[in-house]
C-alpha cells in the first residue's frame, strides 16, 4: 500500500473562518519534502494523494490548499496535473528567479493558477528581488517573526488597496493576533491558531500496467478526448511523464497548456505507441525490460510492415502486446481482462492465434536465429545457474545422471 504523511495546517480569514490549508508533505522520518522532492524521488505517491479522491477527504469539497513550489517543481510539468481551483502555489522564499522561471510563472497564472509568497521577511532585499512578480501574486504570507515591525508597516501601506492580499505568518500568541487583526491583516496562520495535523494518505492501490491498459483500451474505443484527459489527469505521474515526453520532443516547438493540447497534437496513434513504451520501460520492474523493450519494437515494426494498409497500426499494437507477459509477474490474462481488448489482439496475446499469428512466427523465428548466434559466440561467459534457468523455464528436461 502507497502511504504518504501529509502536514495540513489551517489558514483563517479576517471573520475567524476557515479559508484555506497549507499542506506540507512529509518523507518517512517524517522531515518536510518539498514537491521537487517528489520529481526526483516520490512523484508518484504525492501526485496520486493531492489528485485524487483523498483529496476531498483531506480538505473538504471546496477548502483551497496552499503548497510550496520552487524552481524544478515549476519547470518539471509536474504542476500540469494540479486543479488550478483548489491549489495556491506557494512560492518558496529562496527561490532563484531568471527569465525561464518568471516565464513559467507568468504561464501558469495566464492558466488560472493563484500565487502566494512564502515567509516574505518585508526587507528591502526580498521586495526588490520579487518586485517583478508582484503582478502576477495574489497572496503575500508576511512572516511576523523575520519581519521587522517598520518594515512590515511599509509593506502593508505599499500594497494598501491592491488586489494583493497580505497573510500574517507565524501566529504565535494570543497577543500577535490581535496585534495584526487590528493592522487590518486579510489571512492569519501560526500555532495560536492551529497545530499541523499529519495525515495519511492512501495513493492510487492499482498497479501502473493496468491503469495504462485501461487508457490504451479507452483510447482504442474512441473515447472523446475530454474522456482521455480525465482519465490521464487521474494519473499524475503518468501525466508527468507524458507531458516531459512532449516538451523533450523536437516534433513540438510549444509551451504545454493542457493535457488535451497533448492528446490533440499527438494523434493517438502517436499516443497509444508512446503508452506501450512507458508500459515496458516505466511501468516494469523487469531488470531485463529495456532490452525486451527494444526488442519489442522490433517486433512490432516488422509485424507492421507486413500488414494490410488498414491493419498497420493494429498490427503494431499486437507486436507489443505480445511481449508484456515477458516483463510482468501479473498474469497475462489478468491483465487482457482488465481491458477487453481488440478481440484479433487478445487472440495474439493469449493464444498466438488470429490473422497476426503467421506475422508473429515469423518475427519469433528471426528473434531467436538471432539470439541463438549470441548465445552461440558467449557461451563460454554464460554461468551454469543461467542455463539451467534458462533450459528449466523452456520446459526442457535435464537429465541428471548426465550432470
Known sequence: ?????????????????????ELIFRDSENHAASLSCSVKGT???????????????????????FINVDAQTLTKG?????DNKR??????????????IIAKIIQYKKRGFKFSLEHFDSSAEMIKKFSRLFNFIDI????????????????????????????????????????????GFDYFQGYYLDKPEIMEIIASKEPAQVIILQLIKIIKDNDTTEQIESFI??????????????????????????????ITLMGREKL???????????????????????????????????????????AYLAGMFSMLSSIFETDIKELMNHINMDHDITSLVLEKKGI????????????????????????????????????????????????
Open 1 to 21: 500500500m502507497n502511504i504518504i504523511n501529509i502536514s495540513k495546517q489551517k489558514i483563517f480569514n479576517n471573520q475567524n473562518q476557515l479559508f484555506a490549508y
Open 43 to 65: 512523484a508518484k505517491l504525492i501526485l496520486s494523494s493531492i489528485s485524487s479522491t483523498e483529496l476531498d477527504k483531506l480538505l473538504g469539497q471546496r477548502t483551497l490548499a
Open 78 to 82: 509536474i504542476l500540469d496535473v494540479l
Open 87 to 100: 491549489f495556491i502555489l506557494n512560492i518558496l522564499e529562496d527561490i532563484e528567479l531568471d527569465e525561464n
Open 140 to 183: 503575500i504570507k508576511m512572516d511576523v517573526v523575520l519581519s521587522e515591525l517598520p518594515n512590515l508597516e511599509k509593506v502593508k501601506e505599499k500594497f494598501k488597496g491592491t488586489r494583493i492580499k497580505l497573510l500574517a505568518q507565524n501566529i504565535e500568541t494570543k497577543e500577535d493576533f490581535t496585534k495584526y487583526s487590528q493592522m
Open 233 to 262: 489527469k487521474k494519473q499524475p505521474d503518468l501525466s508527468f511523464k507524458l507531458v516531459q515526453f512532449f516538451n523533450n520532443s523536437k516534433k513540438f516547438d510549444v509551451q504545454v497548456e493542457s493535457i488535451t493540447q497533448v
Open 272 to 314: 497509444l505507441r508512446w503508452l506501450m513504451v512507458y508500459l515496458y520501460s516505466e511501468a516494469s520492474q523487469n531488470p531485463a525490460s529495456k532490452t525486451i523493450l527494444s526488442l519489442a519494437i522490433k517486433r512490432a515494426e516488422r509485424m507492421e510492415a507486413e500488414a494490410q494498409p488498414k491493419q498497420k497500426d493494429k
Open 356 to 403: 497476426f499469428a503467421g506475422s508473429l512466427l515469423r518475427a519469433e523465428d528471426a528473434e531467436k536465429e538471432y539470439l541463438k548466434k549470441i548465445m552461440l559466440a558467449n557461451f563460454e561467459k554464460l554461468h551454469t545457474t543461467d542455463l539451467i534457468y534458462t533450459l528449466e523455464y523452456g520446459g526442457v528436461d535435464i537429465d541428471d545422471s548426465k550432470l
